[in-house]
């Protein structure tokens, strides 16, 4: 067995489930039948009592009687007349009806087997069960009520062989007709799992490509299909991409880490190099050293938030918001970042006091200097920088505006992709992922990043979050 093929396997099981579930269902048909048939029997017999019960009545005389019906006939009785149904005299699917007095004399009707019938009593609204000779019959009487309808029994008959032909024959058919199922589903079944697996040759070949040649590109083509091979083909081929991306996501990693790191290793460098220039008092050391202190630990949370930033794009993990002074974040970012002067850059600021903001510090701090690094990287010699924060009780603006290179219209929609480079030229100092990282941060917060160039006159980045007037940090 385990030498076989999947299709064998599938096959050889899903004939072997068929055949029990044919022989299952023989056995199904011969226990069942005959009781259902049974009881359909004995249904039938009550039901045709009753509809006959009703169909008697009793008049003192003729003159109130309706004697044109066709279906009627009226026999003396006593001292007046009954009306009883002409259908008394033939059987209705082999169900017997007549009409008894007390001491079981027949007054109308027919019954197979009046004299063995006799021996038993009437028994109102109740089956009972007799033979004739090796015939078994089932018996139903009725106790008529009503004025002038004293002293009579209805009593219908009908044998429990009732429907037995039709039965047997339905029994023939059905050796007939299973056999040849069974045959044409186990050839259908082995066609359709044939042609069901023939794409698992084709993901297993497109693996062992990807496998030989280490070519992640290559894609398992099998057409159009929504069936369970074709979700598994897609399956892999979303696994194969997004390994793709993985290892270019890995290829971008170095240059991405030093461009993440640049910032805070020029602040610091710049204080290390002011400080052993020349002699300083006490006060101006300690400041230095507590600016190297905060762009030391910058560093460390900007190592932790390339790795945060590839989780939030991930959706792996959730980052906590919380209400923060965001006007004293951008004040201390801005002022940070004056000091790195590349290129003779100047930074101002002009920043709104008290603004609050509920969202995550760190990836909005990620953010801003992402946007101040990009403005830096691409400014012209001597050139400003202005950093704004402003509020209003529908949004909070921020945006960051130079006077560099600016952005050309084509690349104006591209530059918020991951890894894109608007210049490549300048493919050590690009964009590549800080943008997509600060796009990233803007839809995690819900707001909205826009860009406004023109080549040779610089750039302006807006962000826009939606503002909550429900916080406030102008109180100390």
């Given at each position: 067995m385990k030498r076989l093929s999947i299709r064998a396997k599938i096959t050889f099981w899903f004939t072997a489930a068929l055949l029990l579930m044919v022989l299952f269902s023989y056995v199904i048909l011969l226990s069942v039948s005959n009781q259902i048939l049974q009881?359909?029997?004995?249904?039938?017999?009550?039901?045709?009592?009753?509809?006959?019960?009703?169909?008697?009545?009793?008049?003192?005389?003729?003159?109130?009687?309706?004697?044109?019906?066709d279906a009627s006939r009226f026999l003396a009785f006593e001292k007046g007349y009954l009306e009883v149904d002409s259908d008394f005299l033939h059987e209705v699917n082999q169900v017997y009806t007549?009409?008894?007095?007390?001491?079981?004399?027949?007054?109308?009707?027919?019954?197979?087997?009046?004299?063995?019938?006799?021996?038993?009593?009437f028994a109102d609204s109740r089956i009972q069960r007799i033979k004739d000779g090796r015939e078994l019959y089932y018996i139903f009487d009725r106790k008529l009520t009503g004025e002038g309808l004293e002293g009579l029994w209805m009593r219908g008959v009908v044998a429990s062989t009732q429907g037995t032909s039709?039965?047997?024959?339905?029994?023939?058919?059905?050796?007939?007709?299973?056999?040849?199922?069974?045959?044409?589903?186990?050839?259908?079944?082995?066609?359709?799992?044939?042609?069901?697996?023939?794409?698992?040759?084709?993901?297993?070949?497109?693996?062992?490509?990807?496998g030989r040649e280490n070519d992640l590109k290559q894609r398992i083509r099998l057409g159009s299909g929504k069936d369970e091979l074709h979700q598994l083909a897609d399956t892999f081929n979303d696994t194969f991409e997004k390994l793709d991306q993985a290892f270019e996501t890995q290829r971008q990693f170095i240059s991405d880490a030093s461009h993440e790191l640049r910032?805070?290793?020029?602040?610091?460098?710049?204080?290390?190099?002011?400080?052993?220039?020349?002699?300083?008092?006490?006060?101006?050391?300690?400041?230095?050293?507590q600016v190297i202190q905060r762009q030391s630990g910058k560093m460390s949370r900007l190592i932790n938030g390339m790795l945060d930033f590839t989780r939030l794009e991930a959706g792996t993990e959730k980052y906590q918001k919380e209400a923060f002074n965001?006007?004293?974040?951008?004040?201390?970012?801005?002022s940070d970042m004056a000091l790195i002067k590349d290129k003779g850059i100047t930074l101002s600021a002009d920043i709104q006091e008290g603004i609050a903001f509920c969202g995550n510090a760190e990836l909005l701090s990620r953010l801003l200097i992402?946007?101040?690094?990009?403005?830096y990287r691409y400014g012209k010699e001597n050139g400003h920088i202005l950093v704004c924060l402003q509020a209003n009780e529908q949004e909070i603006l921020l945006s960051v505006a130079d006077n560099g290179i600016g952005i050309a219209p084509e690349d104006q929609e591209k530059i918020f992709?991951?890894?894109?480079?608007?210049?490549?030229?300048?493919?050590?100092?690009?964009?590549?992922?800080?943008?997509?990282?600060?796009?990233?941060?803007?839809?995690?917060?819900?707001?909205?990043?826009?860009?406004?160039?023109?080549?040779?006159?610089?750039?302006?980045?807006?962000?826009?979050?939606?503002s909550d007037p429900s916080q406030d940090f102008k109180k100390p």
């Open positions: 009881k359909t029997i004995r249904d039938n017999l009550i039901e045709t009592v009753e509809n006959n019960y009703n169909e008697v009545r009793y008049y003192p005389n003729l003159d109130n009687a309706d004697q044109n019906k007549a009409l008894y007095d007390e001491d079981q004399t027949l007054i109308y009707g027919e019954n197979p087997i009046s004299k063995v019938s006799t021996e038993l009593d039709q039965m047997n024959r339905i029994l023939q058919l059905s050796l007939i007709i299973l056999p040849l199922f069974f045959l044409l589903a186990s050839v259908g079944g082995y066609v359709v799992v044939r042609h069901t697996l023939k794409p698992i040759r084709e993901i297993s070949e497109t693996a062992a490509k990807i910032t805070p290793m020029t602040v610091i460098r710049a204080q290390c190099e002011a400080a052993l220039e020349q002699p300083q008092t006490p006060e101006a050391y300690e400041k230095a050293l965001f006007s004293a974040m951008a004040a201390s970012i801005a992402n946007l101040i690094s990009n403005a992709g991951r890894f894109y480079q608007a210049d490549p030229s300048r493919a050590g100092e690009g964009i590549g992922l800080g943008l997509a990282i600060a796009a990233e941060i803007v839809q995690f917060h819900g707001g909205s990043i826009r860009v406004e160039s023109m080549p040779g006159k610089g750039s302006t980045f807006y962000v826009m979050f939606p």
